[in-house]
């Protein structure tokens, strides 16, 4: 196996919502991969508030509050919505007042539509809808998106956008693979980017949109 | 380097098998001689087997049909009167070549898990059959009036000179093995192993290459079957039976699949092995069967392997 | 305008409630470059599954130098010059880099029903293969098993079996992907070779690459052709960029 | 042919199709959501068959020997999951087919080191004893409407268990997506480990039953593991409704067949030609349908939906 990944630090403060950028190969699912203990490190140390995760198998990553929304969706296509919603749901942590499938439907309210039916007879932003309620329902402290709005159409997008706009109104720890610096901006705290493996640059959002030259060279925009 | 350390085995072995005739009739140890003939015609039908597992990928759990087959074509027409080798061998490749391209033709539609379980299912089938047909004995099977007739100084009831027919034919099968496997459609048929997707996407349909390579393993394997039918002269069902089918793949795995020494050191390995514990406890396979648990977990690439640093796929 | 070698109709895909692609007409003109832009997940490997044959279409209709191709296979397509590379390597990878380029000759010398002779000594196959190898840059690593060639030779030896194949029209899925900065240059310049000769129709994220090669550029998104262009056209097209590079108002 | 005899061969027919579903629920889920070829699930069967025989011995009470037998034939289930099969989920099909031959060889000899090799005898419970009239003037045994009875309530309860429970969606999640369960947080190596204990405890529920009208005996388990690979085959490997289908109908198909084909083929053939091919067709009866489904659907009847 060939290293991706070199010497990559980055931290997601609480409420702060953390955006990983940089094009297509540069290692950003790898990251993500690597923190949920998908993959093995190398050398390298994941905490979550002081916890060490690295080594952890996926399932106790997950269970110390990780919440993952997976590149490409991968929501259970031969569940139906509210059985994908509900298959993994947890309160490990005993919140107050856990995530519920209800939530969720009022969170995305074209699902509650569409709750018996089968998943892969979604549309693509219905899925991506689903993926987000799945990881809500275990009802994490930090939630990890990983290109969550690619191949959306742009109506689609901006209700994800509002949604997570919300969920970091209520506190939730984001952490956010994408490509669209613009509406990144207005929703994050921080951003890092990536080229091939490194971090290559990172700052708050005032200054990313300042600086064109970053966003030309790094994410081609 | 491995390559020649590869050659220089092989030819040994060859010479070794050559001189087991000698050594036996010198220690006057008759039973040596039925052993390694034994073992030479299953090392023919691991080769057959290996032919289409270890090159081609599939796996086939229902190659002990073939060794049926080949024996039935022995004993029926003996039963009938007919003694002839001449008749009889080539039948028994053709009927296991006839019955290869049936069950490939229908098996060889589905791949992975479908594939090992058709091929096994079909084999059974024809175990039932055997066992059904009462007037070839059925479940009892028939004993073989006598061993197939040549003429001229190939007398098989000569046990030496079964001994090196049988040889002749092993040799003869591994030198037509490498031949077909390094031509142009043993290439074909190990490129569609290697990537099915590839091989389609530059133009080859993978699907009649792997009949044709299903086909010959089958008729190979009858051979081995009208050979097997003379060295026990009786025939039963249980040639078929599916935990033979489950020997011949364990020889080609633990001799090392993919490569042509291979089968034959796995059939070595398994028939001494058997000889050696069969001696020590009749429940032998209470030792066999965990040792091919661990032969998977720890030893994957089987004796041969191990011994020449040969890998998948070449050799 | 000649007919175009290849020609697209209303092609179109649904995984479950998932248009891959919708109602997708493209056309690539003999000698033309075709750079298919879009974002992930916008359909374009379904696309190109499509037009090499290893997907079939819900509906629509593909037609290759003049020929309705849409219901025949894989190996026919290759029969009939089509070649494509694979988004993530398909190489075999346990034969050398000059066996895989020669199966791909053999594959189009006839049937392979020959169980004598070895491959391995047969001029007819190996000098070709040798031949396309130096073509792409990997005439040293010939005997290199391909398994072990490093990332981006075993993307070059994906472009060898492809021509090896002599193919009419090149489909290559994101020949770039996954190479650093130096061979994706190489591979842009190989390219640049082989476009004089060959119709292609390229897949990729890489910007670079796709402006220094596409004569024409399609836009995919969601499944459907929203712009066909000159590359200067595509480049000053605010709709592309809405759409492609997201800004989502 | 009487009514009596079609209808009693019918129910024949049923009751091996609901030993074969016991058989292939078991195999059919461990391949589906853990990839697995797992030859050795006969084995389990006669594992099941072998202690029930032995507790019903020891404690003289059938009902106790059920209550022994089945979380027995569960542990060893678990046992051989965590020592030997575990670590081959990743590897390729044929590896699994060694191990797993290994294993049949293993248990067979087992047993016939503490049992012998000679087949043993057990007899119906008393309590199951006699026949039941299902129709007027249909008797049948009541032992094995039971079985019937037994097998249609697992089919349901297992149907219910898969469709309408969390462990369910889990192991249907699971079939697709494995590596996205554990991300969510699910435990899937212990999931794993239940799901196929379970197998074996079905299986196991099938030798149990088989115990007073098969012969049991060391290898029982793999002549009726080749008919659950047809079974499977016909259905589709994954599935458990396909597993149903699948069962009843090579069940009904081997058992009519054996029973009718004989005196069907006499009205068309001479006595002697339909004396001799009659059993032969018989046997190979279902293999020839399974080979019309593949030419038709090589997936099997019931594809399962797999990611």
Known sequence: MSQVLFGVSLRVGAGQVVTLLGRNGMGKTTTVRAIMGLLPLRAGRIELDGRPLHGLAPHRVARTGLGLVPEGRQVFPNLTVHENLVATAANRRRVGAPWTAEKVFALFPQLAARARAMAATLSGGEQQMVAIGRALMTNPRLLVLDEATEGLAPLVRAEIWACLERLKADGLSILLIDKHVDALTRLADVHYVLEKGRVVWSGPSAELRAREDIQHRYLGV | MASRVRAVTAVAGAAALAAVPVVAAALQEPFYLDLVRRVMIFAIAAVSLDLILGYGGMVSFGHAAYLGIGAYAVAVPALHGVHSGWLQWPLAMGVSALAALVIGAISLRTSGVYFIMITLAFAQMLYYLGISIEAWGGDDGMRLARRSRFGGPVDLADPYVFYYVVLALLLAVLALGHRVIHARFGMVVRAARSNEARARAIGFSPFRYRLAAFVMAGAVCGLAGALLANQTEYVTPGFMHWTRSGDIMVMVILGGMGTFVGPVAGAVAFLLLENVLSAWTVHWQIILGPLLILVVLYARRGLWGAVSGGSLGRG | MADPLLEVRGLRKRFGGLVATDDVDLDAGEGETLAVIGPNGAGKTTLIAQLSGDLRPDAGVIRFAGEDVTRLDAPARSARGLARSFQITSVFRDFPALDNVALAVQAHAGHSFRFWRPAGADRALREPARLVLEQVGLGMRADVVAGVLAHGEQRQLEIAMALATRPRLLLLDEPMAGMGAEESQQMIRLLGTLKRAHTIVLVEHDMDAVFALADRIAVMVYGRVIAVGSPETIRASAEVRRAYLGEAS | ?307
């Open chain 4, 1 to 307: 042919m009487t009514a009596v005899l079609v209808v009693e061969q019918c129910l024949n027919g049923l009751q091996l199709g609901v030993m074969l579903f016991l058989m292939a629920a078991g195999l059919t889920l461990v391949f589906g959501i853990m990839n697995l070829v797992n030859l050795a699930h006969g084995s389990l069967y006669m594992v099941g068959a072998y202690l029930s025989v032995a507790f019903l011995e020891m404690s003289g009470s059938f009902l106790a020997a059920v209550a022994l037998a089945l979380p027995a034939t569960l542990v060893v289930g678990m046992l051989v999951e965590v020592v030997a099969l575990r670590s081959l989920y990743e590897r390729d099909h044929l590896d699994q087919v060694l191990a797993t031959f290994g294993l049949i060889l293993f248990f067979n000899e087992a047993v016939s080191i503490v049992w012998g090799r000679a087949a043993l005898f057990t007899s119906v419970p008393p309590a199951l004893g006699g026949f039941v009239e299902i129709l007027p003037g249909i008797r049948y045994p009541v032992y094995r409407a039971t079985i019937i009875l037994v097998g249609l309530a697992v089919a349901l309860g297992l149907a219910l268990v898969v469709s309408r429970t969390r462990v369910g969606m889990l192991v249907r999640a699971g079939a697709s997506n494995r590596t996205m369960v554990a991300a969510l947080g699910v435990n899937v190596r212990l999931l794993y480990t239940v799901v196929f204990g379970v197998g074996a405890a079905l299986a196991g529920l099938g030798g149990l039953m088989a115990g007073p009208i098969y012969t049991v005996q060391p290898g029982m388990g793999e002549e009726i593991l080749i008919l659950v690979f047809v079974v499977i085959v016909i259905g589709g490997i994954g599935s458990i409704r396909g597993a149903v289908v699948g069962a009843i109908v090579v069940g009904m198909v081997d058992t009519l067949g054996r029973a009718f084909l004989k005196p069907m083929l006499a009205t068309v053939l001479s006595p002697p030609a339909a004396d001799s091919a009659g059993p032969a067709l018989a046997s190979m009866l279902i293999y020839i349908l399974m080979a019309a489904v593949l030419y038709f659907r090589p997936q099997g009847l019931f594809p399962a939906v797999r990611g």
